[in-house]
Structures are given as structure tokens and as C-alpha cells.
């Protein structure tokens, strides 16, 4: 009785064809065939007798394979190109299946027609991120494979169209993925994909360096490992929706202040002394960069709009000017009645809450070219009331 590997015919099709390659491992082959018509190519992948010993050594069962296997072909009227994704590999067990889910093949608009060149094989003009050998069974890198397997939801898609269309739709079992819309997934996959990996080396290389290092190195200093779930996951996210940025250089720092807030009780609890040494240290730290800030800003001589802002931006720096913990309630509060004309309503900069007591504080700012204090308080009076804004009587 004949084997698989005798009963493949060429021209399976009754075109004209072309040899367009044999891989070295297991002598396999590719075939080109032209249909009589002239109107489409097949490319068929055949089967050697090395190739099926290795693939039933592996465990593949042939018996519901036809061969030869069709795995792309081009459509000359429309220049399509369509490929059909099957791992290739004969001593793996997945020899000759399908590559994907729902989706069995995928095509490409306007392609030029396939061709076999002696000295340079055979290789497809795919976007990047697909496979362009035959041997390699077409579909996508490993690793963006999602993109693929993320239409196995589609109820009744069997197809993927790579197209120049603005926005993916549906065309009967066949899903049109614009090709600008592909890329940019690729390379948010990727970039998911990169951070990950970063995040877990950078694990690792802790993990080793505390458990391998402190008995060696005088006065080792731990790092952190075991980074929580929730890390990890902004690291994703981030990677995944900044679209092309890489990740700011305070990441690692951020992630620090999350996990000293989602442990803060614990540590209270465990070292009450050390949460008490950060927070003199953090308050030590934000008052010197205060410092240096409002120096610097004015040394410009800023106008009070600009100072509101800046206090709105940094409420901390209120809260330092009260001997006691205060809230910024709000600001531009309403503290004066209108007269019957809708004339004469005050304003204040700040509305502060003392924290525990819930008495409320007026907060009024001014640059250092307002003056506060008047010779004739009758007259300072009458400036006030005329521009509450600018003055106050002390």
C-alpha cells in the first residue's frame, strides 16, 4: 500500500509549476502552480519521507490530512494574496495543524504575485510582524499572536483581511483589519510585551543580589523584590497605552510611594518609629523644595493670579502655616454679602477647615508691592472697601 508521501500528485491542480524551494531539515518542498486559466497561483507544501517518519516519531496522526497541503494562494484579478497558517515544524507534535482558532487565513490586498528565485527563495512582501517564509507556515510572530486570536469572538469569522481601509469591519466570515490599525497594536503588544520582561528581570536580578550577596559584601543594602500584582499591571497599562513613549525614568519611584501607601497601616503597626522618621523626612524634603521653588518664582515677581494658582496646585504649603492640621476647603469663596445692585460681594483667596475642630479660616494673599497697613485708617477704610481686593486694614 502506498504512503502518504507517494500518493501526493504534482500538478495537483492540472497547472503548470514551479519548484520553489526544499528545506534542508527534512526535504520537504513548496510548490508554485499556475492554473490553466492563468488567473491563480496555489503554493502547496509536500510531504518527504523524512518529513513523516520525524512527524509519526512525534506523534502526529495523517490520517485526516490531505495532501499536499495548501498553504497560500493569489488571486490575479484582484492581486490578493491569501495564506493559510499551519505550523511546519515535522518533529513537533502540531506538524501540518492549523495555527489559530477561528481564524484559518489571512489575507493581504494588493500583492504582487508569488515568485521563486534560485540563489534567494522564496519570500513574501508581508507587513512586519508576519511571517514572509513558507517553511515558517505565514501567520504572526509568537508573540503578537493575540492580535490574531483576539477575533475568535467574531461568531461565523473564519478570515482576515489586512487592508487599507480607515476602520476594521465585517464582510460575511471575513474580518477587514486596516493595516495602520494592525501596526499600531503590534507595537503596543510589543512594548507590553518588553515591559514585562524587564519588570521580571529586574525581580530576578533582586531576588539573587539579596539572597546571594549579604553574606560577601560588607554592609549590603537589600533591594526590594516581590513587587505586587498591582505593579505589574501598571506596567502594562503604561506600556500599553502611552504609544511609542517610553516609560518616565520615576516609574520605579512611583511605585515605591504606592507600596509605602497601600502598606502604611502595617507599618504602623510593625516599625511605628520608622513610619514616624519617613514623615519628618518627607516633610523635611517638601519644604526644602518648596523653598527652592517659591525662590525662584519670586525672583520673576509673580502677580497674585499666578500665586493663587500655585497654592491651589500645592496645598501642602498652606497647611504648613497653621500650627495644627488644616484642609483647603476651597478657594475664591464667597465671604460678602451683594448690595440690592448685585455690587460689593468679596471674594477670598482660601477657605481652609481646621482638620479635627471644623472652624474654618479666611485666607487672603499678597505680593510683597501691596501695601497692608495705612497712616489713616479712614482712609485705608475707604480704599478697602473700593478695592477689596488690594488692601486690608490691620
Same mark, same amino acid.
Given at each position: 500500500?502506498?504512503?502518504?508521501?507517494?500518493?501526493?500528485?504534482?500538478?495537483?491542480?492540472?497547472?503548470?509549476?514551479?519548484?520553489?524551494?526544499?528545506?534542508?531539515?527534512?526535504?520537504?518542498?513548496?510548490?508554485?502552480?499556475l492554473?490553466?486559466?492563468?488567473?491563480?497561483?496555489?503554493?502547496?507544501?509536500?510531504?518527504?519521507?523524512k518529513?513523516?517518519?520525524?512527524a509519526?516519531?512525534?506523534?502526529?496522526?495523517?490520517?485526516?490530512?490531505?495532501?499536499?497541503?495548501?498553504?497560500?494562494?493569489?488571486?490575479?484579478?484582484?492581486?490578493?494574496?491569501?495564506?493559510?497558517p499551519?505550523?511546519?515544524?515535522?518533529?513537533?507534535?502540531?506538524?501540518?495543524?492549523?495555527?489559530?482558532?477561528?481564524?484559518?487565513?489571512?489575507?493581504?490586498?494588493?500583492?504582487?504575485?508569488?515568485?521563486?528565485?534560485?540563489?534567494?527563495?522564496?519570500?513574501?512582501?508581508?507587513?512586519?510582524?508576519?511571517?514572509?517564509?513558507?517553511f515558517?507556515?505565514?501567520?504572526?510572530?509568537?508573540r503578537?499572536?493575540?492580535?490574531?486570536?483576539?477575533?475568535?469572538?467574531?461568531?461565523?469569522?473564519?478570515?482576515?483581511?489586512?487592508?487599507?481601509?480607515?476602520?476594521?469591519s465585517?464582510?460575511?466570515?471575513?474580518?477587514?483589519?486596516?493595516e495602520?490599525i494592525?501596526?499600531?497594536v503590534r507595537?503596543?503588544?510589543?512594548?507590553?510585551?518588553?515591559?514585562?520582561?524587564r519588570?521580571?528581570?529586574?525581580?530576578?536580578?533582586?531576588?539573587?543580589?539579596?539572597?546571594?550577596?549579604?553574606?560577601?559584601?560588607?554592609?549590603?543594602?537589600?533591594?526590594?523584590f516581590?513587587?505586587?500584582?498591582?505593579?505589574?499591571?501598571?506596567?502594562?497599562?503604561?506600556?500599553?497605552?502611552k504609544?511609542?513613549?517610553?516609560?518616565?525614568?520615576?516609574?520605579?519611584?512611583?511605585?515605591?510611594? /504606592?507600596?509605602v501607601?497601600?502598606?502604611?497601616?502595617?507599618?504602623?503597626?510593625?516599625?511605628?518609629?520608622?513610619?514616624?522618621?519617613?514623615?519628618?523626612?518627607?516633610?523635611?524634603?517638601?519644604?526644602?523644595?518648596?523653598?527652592?521653588?517659591?525662590?525662584?518664582?519670586?525672583?520673576?515677581?509673580?502677580?497674585?493670579?499666578?500665586?493663587?494658582?500655585?497654592?491651589?496646585?500645592?496645598?501642602?504649603?498652606?497647611?504648613?502655616?497653621?500650627?495644627?492640621?488644616?484642609?483647603?476647603?476651597?478657594?475664591?469663596?464667597?465671604?460678602?454679602?451683594?448690595?440690592?445692585?448685585?455690587?460689593?460681594?468679596?471674594?477670598?483667596?482660601?477657605?481652609?477647615?481646621?482638620?479635627?475642630?471644623?472652624?474654618?479660616?479666611?485666607?487672603?494673599?499678597?505680593?510683597?508691592?501691596?501695601?497692608?497697613?495705612?497712616?489713616?485708617?479712614?482712609?485705608?477704610? /475707604?480704599?478697602?472697601?473700593a478695592?477689596?481686593?488690594?488692601? /486690608?486694614?490691620?
Open positions: 500500500m502506498p504512503e502518504i508521501w507517494e500518493l501526493q500528485d504534482k500538478p495537483a491542480y492540472g497547472g503548470t509549476i514551479v519548484d520553489a524551494g526544499v528545506h534542508p531539515e527534512d526535504g520537504s518542498s513548496l510548490v508554485i502552480e492554473t490553466p486559466d492563468e488567473g491563480t497561483q496555489y503554493l502547496s507544501f509536500y510531504l518527504s519521507e518529513a513523516f517518519r520525524r509519526k516519531a512525534s506523534g502526529v496522526n495523517f490520517a485526516d490530512d490531505h495532501w499536499p497541503l495548501l498553504i497560500a494562494e493569489y488571486d490575479f484579478p484582484t492581486r490578493l494574496l491569501t495564506t493559510y499551519m505550523w511546519l515544524r515535522s518533529n513537533h507534535s502540531n506538524f501540518a495543524k492549523t495555527k489559530y482558532g477561528a481564524i484559518k487565513r489571512i489575507s493581504f490586498e494588493d500583492q504582487p504575485p508569488m515568485d521563486f528565485q534560485v540563489g534567494f527563495g522564496m519570500f513574501l512582501d508581508l507587513p512586519t510582524g508576519f511571517h514572509r517564509g513558507p515558517e507556515g505565514f501567520g504572526v510572530d509568537p503578537i499572536r493575540y492580535i490574531i486570536s483576539a477575533f475568535d469572538e467574531v461568531e461565523g469569522a473564519a478570515g482576515l483581511t489586512i487592508c487599507s481601509d480607515d476602520k476594521i465585517i464582510d460575511g466570515q471575513e474580518i477587514r483589519l486596516p495602520h494592525y501596526h499600531d507595537l503596543d503588544i510589543n512594548r507590553a510585551h518588553d515591559a514585562v520582561v519588570f521580571a528581570n529586574g525581580e530576578k536580578v533582586s531576588y539573587l543580589r539579596n539572597r546571594l550577596l549579604p553574606s560577601v559584601v560588607q554592609d549590603f543594602e537589600p533591594d526590594d516581590e513587587r505586587p500584582a498591582l505593579d505589574l499591571q501598571d506596567t502594562v497599562r503604561s506600556a500599553l497605552v504609544k511609542g513613549t517610553p516609560r518616565s525614568r520615576n516609574s520605579n519611584t512611583a511605585a515605591a510611594v /504606592r507600596t501607601i497601600r502598606e502604611v497601616d502595617k507599618i504602623a503597626k510593625d516599625d511605628p518609629v520608622q513610619l514616624f522618621e519617613l514623615s519628618e523626612k518627607i516633610e523635611l524634603i517638601s519644604l526644602q523644595v518648596l523653598i527652592e521653588s517659591m525662590s525662584k518664582e519670586l525672583l520673576n515677581q509673580r502677580k497674585e493670579r499666578f500665586w493663587q494658582d500655585y497654592f491651589v496646585k500645592n496645598p501642602f504649603v498652606l497647611k504648613m502655616l497653621f500650627g495644627l492640621p488644616v484642609i483647603m476647603y476651597t478657594d475664591q469663596a464667597s465671604v460678602g454679602g451683594m448690595g440690592l445692585k448685585r455690587s460689593g460681594e468679596k471674594y477670598a483667596d482660601y477657605l481652609v477647615e481646621a482638620g479635627m475642630l471644623g472652624n474654618l479660616g479666611i485666607v487672603e494673599i499678597k505680593t510683597t508691592e501691596t501695601p497692608l497697613l495705612a497712616k489713616d485708617p479712614l482712609t485705608a477704610r /475707604r480704599h478697602f472697601l478695592h477689596p481686593r488690594t488692601c /486690608r486694614v490691620e
